[in-house]
DNA sequence: ACATTGACGGAAA
DNA sequence: ATTTCCGCCAATG
């Protein structure tokens, strides 16, 4: 646990955050969507880190697993903890995964901005 | 302070 | 259609 230093507001992070946690049960959406949505300077990849940044006690209630990149491929899969808990959850939500990669993506694609 | 990388995406060739 | 490059900002070495 690093020492947390109370650098900035993080709105980023938080923006990310409160957004996948919003992502309903059955649902994915992708990084860049979610950069549209904060709507700032966001790129996608800094949705991706904002994701890597997660403070402890924060990863089970955003549900990580739901965001997955443009191709509805589970590309940050490794960085779970076992990397296959990702596909798992997915399939528990009912989204059927092959080769970590979504079927019928853009029927369970979720985008903030047009249904939030 | 500089260089490299990173869970991406879109434009260009 | 595919492959390559650039940009976005922050973190890390």
Known sequence: ?????????????????????L?????????????????????????????NAVPAGTRGKVPAHRVVNRQGLLTGKHHFNPPSAMEARLKKDGINVVKD????????????????
């Open 23 to 51: 992502i309903p049960k059955g649902r994915v959406t992708s990084y860049g969507a979610i950069a549209r949505y904060l709507g700032t300077g966001m790129s996608a990849r800094m949705v991706g880190w904002a994701m």
């Open 101 to 116: 990669k979504i079927q019928h993506f853009d029927q369970h694609f979720w985008d903030p901005n047009t249904e939030l």
């Open 1 to 21: 646990m690093p020492k947390e230093k109370i650098k900035k507001e993080y709105t980023f992070f938080e923006n990310v955050y409160e957004v996948v946690k």
